[in-house]
């Protein structure tokens, strides 16, 4: 599992930084991403579908949102 | 069989870019799209700041087009480097701070660049000849192509009718007769070509794609290169343009007043940076000041603040001052009127 802290960014920044990451990564890893802007629980789930990744699990734990992505094929 | 063409197509999240791709899908062509994140952006983080915007939540138009098209879509952060378009466009600005037609080379400039490392082979946008004043005129065209290096791979579908052919039509690999002639204002050939593709509820920006292209904005960003005496920017300075109101009381300081609970949040984040303003003894809303301080300016400062507390008609407020998240001072002041806030402190 790859951490990404994308805390006090605010979107399309945390995108950005979710994209960049799952550049370097392989098809099948998972990246955890904490974000603080609320923008993100709707603009990463979007990016993902559009470039093939999972969302496997979206949390609110104290003002922060946690998204798991399961990196797709592509 | 033939190789399938590739283009990257300029994705802004209005209609227009969005039909252009979607022609281009029509015509077989493999479509992906870029969008590029100057910080001056409509689409993006504002909605996170304003409680009242939480509630409903805004999507982002060119993710959302994207997901229309069924096409991939790459964001890139051009933040830095979108700094010198801004400060030092070549040919000028729009009605406001808008550079129009310095952005649209760069950017084009950018999905070339983009484009021959990815192996695409052409570029496409949505531009139409006569939509916007600025930068979409007919003698504009060819000097986008020609500046951003993109020449005559740089296809705009909605109007390529209307200008010379490009090498994508001339080799054959869009066939030109498919291609529109669209020109001038009216929005209708556009409508009537989404509603063909069946797109409803796209985005109608009226302005433009960036905050750029707001008078108010542009008056805030002039007044900080003014008091700083030089054009120049980082990214926290263009969010907290979008952030409270904004007053200017001595050329060597602003405040920056938090007009609600979304902002004040916003404005905490801050708190290490700047020096900070908050009432003690009402409940009132923080404030950044941005600048240096001499002699009773923290007491000048702490007085616009009260006026916007709950305190704003008691004798007296108490106001902590707090400089890089540390408190340096506590006053107390009697919060000015309406009327001694004077109106060319307003930026
Ligand atoms: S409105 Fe803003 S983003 Fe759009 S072309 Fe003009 S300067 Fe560039």
Redesign the interface.
């Known amino acids: 599992m790859i951490e990404l802290d994308a805390r006090?960014l605010?979107?399309?920044?945390p995108?950005?930084k979710t994209?960049d990451a799952i550049k370097t990564m392989v098809s099948g890893d998972n990246l955890r991403v904490t974000c603080t802007?609320?923008?993100v629980?709707?603009?990463i789930p979007?990016?993902c579908?559009?470039?093939g990744h999972t969302v496997l699990k979206i949390e609110e734990i104290d003002h922060e949102f946690i998204l798991t992505i399961e990196v797709g094929n592509d | 069989m033939a190789t399938q063409r590739k283009a990257v197509a300029l994705i802004s999240g209005g209609l227009d870019s969005l039909l252009a791709a979607k022609v281009m899908l029509e015509q077989g062509i493999h479509v992906e799209g870029i969008?590029f994140?100057t910080g001056f952006?409509v689409?993006?983080?504002t909605?996170?700041i304003r409680k009242k915007d939480?509630a409903k939540?805004?999507?982002?138009n060119a993710?959302?087009s994207?997901?229309q098209l069924g096409?991939?879509?790459?964001?890139?952060?051009v933040i830095e480097e979108y700094k010198d378009v801004l400060i030092n466009p070549k040919h000028g600005y729009g009605q406001n701070m808008n550079p129009c037609l310095d952005c649209k080379v760069f950017m084009v400039g950018k999905a070339k660049e983009w484009a021959d490392e990815n192996g695409f082979d052409f570029i496409i946008t949505g531009e139409v000849i006569g939509q916007r004043p600025m930068s979409q005129r007919k003698e504009t065209m060819p000097v986008i192509s020609r500046e951003s290096g993109a020449d005559d791979r740089l296809l705009r579908p909605l109007c390529a009718q209307n200008l010379p052919e490009t090498l994508p039509e001339k080799e054959g690999w869009v066939n030109r007769d498919e291609l529109y002639g669209f020109s001038g204002r009216t929005r209708k050939p556009q409508m009537a070509l989404a509603e063909k593709f069946g797109f409803v509820d796209y985005a109608q920006p009226a302005g433009g794609c960036c905050f750029l292209t707001d008078k108010a904005y542009s008056v805030k960003l002039t007044d900080l290169w003014a008091s700083r005496g030089k054009k120049e920017y980082e990214i926290d300075d263009i969010?907290l343009l979008k952030v409270g109101r904004h007053f200017r009381p001595k050329p060597h300081f602003k405040l920056i007043v938090a007009r609600e609970e979304g902002e004040n949040n916003f404005l905490q984040?801050y708190r290490k940076q700047f020096i900070t303003l908050r009432t003690m003894s009402h409940k009132g809303p923080l404030t950044l000041l941005d600048g240096t301080i001499e002699d009773d300016d923290l007491e000048l400062a702490a007085k616009i603040v009260a006026r916007f507390s709950q305190g704003r008609d008691a004798d007296t407020v108490d106001v902590e001052v707090a400089e890089l998240g540390e408190v340096i001072k506590n006053i107390s002041v009697k919060p000015f009127a309406v009327d001694e806030i004077q109106e060319a402190w307003r930026v």
């Not at chain 1, 605010?10 to 920044?13: A, G, H, I, L, R």
């Not at chain 2, 096409?71 to 952060?77: E, F, N, T």
Request: net charge positive.
């Open positions: 006090r605010m979107c399309p920044m995108v950005i994209q802007d609320p923008g629980m709707q603009d979007a990016w579908r559009i470039n | 969008n994140y952006c689409e993006g983080h909605h996170a939480k939540p805004k999507r982002n993710l959302w994207a997901e096409i991939k879509l790459h964001i890139i952060d969010m984040g």
